[in-house]
């Protein structure tokens, strides 16, 4: 990502990012961790293949300073049976 904001930025109109928690089992707070929190190697992209670092600090090192769409993510909820789950979906779905 910071490769293609670094040189086409000004031709971007928006990021949108996608995530999901790291082990899959983890929490809602997991997920918005892995947005916003520091990271072991953040400030220096040459080891994040060592460990990723959070969208916050990407879009850092790219100097991007629009807007960013958070479009999708999830958390695996073990205490829901399938009725449940249906019901909070269809909640949310309606607001």
């Known amino acids: 990502?910071?490769?293609?904001?670094?040189?086409?930025?000004?031709?971007v109109d928006v990021v949108s990012h996608h995530t999901y928690p790291?082990?899959?089992?983890?929490?809602?707070?997991?997920v918005t961790n892995?947005?916003?929190?520091?990271t072991l190697f953040g400030g220096n992209p040459s080891l994040w293949a060592l460990a990723a670092p959070s969208l916050r600090e990407v879009?850092?090192?790219?100097?991007?300073?629009?807007?960013?769409?958070y479009t999708e993510g999830g958390w695996r909820r073990?205490?829901?049976?399938?009725?449940t789950h249906r019901v909070t979906s269809r909640t949310a779905n309606s607001n």
């Not at 790291?22 to 997991?30: F, N, V």
């Open 34 to 38: 892995q947005l916003n929190n520091d």
């Open 59 to 69: 879009l850092e090192e790219a100097e991007w300073e629009g807007p960013v769409w």
């Open 78 to 83: 073990t205490d829901m049976t399938p009725l």
């Open 22 to 30: 790291r082990p899959l089992a983890a929490s809602y707070s997991t």
């Open 1 to 11: 990502m910071t490769e293609v904001l670094e040189q086409a930025g000004d031709k």
